[in-house]
């Protein structure tokens, strides 16, 4: 199984918005309503902030939401602000199995 | 609220086995869930090794599945990944997770393995 395809880094200012991109194939992301997204800090373990394409556990922002059309998922921060840079993740079910993104860079200038 | 830590041997030798072990607390085990291994190279992204149910059930990566094992320990409600063969390159931070169905709900605070003579 190959890896999802991510843009290595996106940046954008503070109270902009952005979109993290995840490509995959019809046998995982465009197979299954089970792509979820990752935020990691540096030195921590991964935080669940999408599951099941578009549901954010509680706890998350609303300022994060999810979406899928096709093979490609997307992550989208609006009204971003510096602690949402980090490394984001996506991850897809791909039967009976499970593969990540490569992962991408959010800068925030 | 569910916590994961996981333990285990911090230097492995090349071609021997990673071992790890990973507690479960604030949960049963054996709820409806499936418990994963998740690896990260140090400076690169994450891999899914597999994941287990509490009926014994796996699912590994195709490309890890030839040398790794994950089993369950009821009674003392943890799971554990076995790694053989490892080289360098199996070399990372190590975390276990709670799948309640589709995506990691929970982790651990990660642990690295690092193989090295």
């Known amino acids: 199984q190959s890896a999802l395809t991510q843009p290595a880094s996106v940046s954008g200012s503070p109270g902009q918005s952005i979109t993290i991109s995840c490509t995959g194939t019809s046998s995982d992301v465009g197979g299954y309503n089970y792509v979820s997204w990752y935020q990691q800090h540096p030195g921590k373990a991964p935080k669940l902030m999408i599951y099941?394409?578009?549901n954010r556990p509680s706890g998350v922002s609303n300022r994060f939401s999810g979406s899928k059309s096709g093979n490609t998922a997307s992550l989208t921060i609006s009204g971003l602000q510096a602690e949402d840079e980090a490394d984001y993740y996506c991850s897809s079910y791909t039967s009976s199995s499970k593969v990540f993104g490569g992962g991408t860079k959010l800068t925030v200038l | 609220q569910v916590q994961l830590q996981e333990s285990g041997p911090g230097l492995v030798k090349p071609s021997g086995t990673l071992s790890l072990t990973c507690a479960v607390s604030?949960?049963?085990?054996?709820?409806?869930?499936?418990w994963s291994w998740v690896r990260q190279p140090p400076g690169k992204g994450l891999e899914w090794i597999g994941e287990?149910?509490?009926?014994?059930?796996?699912n590994y990566n195709p490309s890890l599945k030839s040398r790794v094992t994950i089993s369950v320990d009821k009674s003392k409600n943890q799971f554990s990944l076995k790694l053989s063969s490892v080289t360098a390159a199996d070399t990372a931070v190590y975390y276990c997770?709670?799948?309640?169905?589709?995506?990691?709900?929970?982790w651990g605070q990660g642990t690295l393995v690092t193989v090295s003579s």
């Open positions: 997770a709670r799948d309640p169905g589709s995506s990691w709900s929970h």
């Open positions: 287990i149910y509490h009926s014994g059930s796996t």
């Open positions: 099941d394409v578009s």
């Open positions: 604030g949960g049963s085990i054996s709820s409806s869930n499936w």
